[in-house]
């Protein structure tokens, strides 16, 4: 397994940000790594949404009944995260445009 400092690391690090706005659809290598790039982008996302559960559990089960005042952030944490933890894939964004509000 590489470490983080690894040139194999630093390698594999998407160079790409994870939307295809600028990507020529014609270059294939540039469309395929917007996608690796969203996809990869979506699965942070997820694990980031997993960990803070598994925090919130630890939270839950460490202080008993006074979880809902002691663990009211990780709550508020875990349910923004969830809104942007799905694994939603590519497609839609690439065939459709969506503006940032």
């Not at 982008?41 to 997820?46: F, H, L, N, R």
């Not at 089960?61 to 933890?85: D, F, I, M, S």
């Amino acid at each position: 397994m590489p470490t983080p400092e690894s040139a194999l690391f630093k390698a594999a690090k998407p160079t790409v940000p994870p939307t295809f706005d600028g990507v020529d659809y014609d270059d294939n290598k540039a469309l395929k790594a917007a996608q690796d790039s969203i996809i990869r982008e979506q699965w942070v996302q997820s694990m980031m949404a997993r960990l803070i559960r598994e925090e919130m559990g630890k939270c839950y089960y460490q202080h008993g009944v006074n979880h809902l005042e002691k663990c009211g952030h990780l709550r508020e944490r875990y349910l923004q995260q969830l809104q942007k933890a799905k694994i939603r894939g590519y497609l839609f964004e690439q065939q459709n445009f969506v503006s940032e509000k």
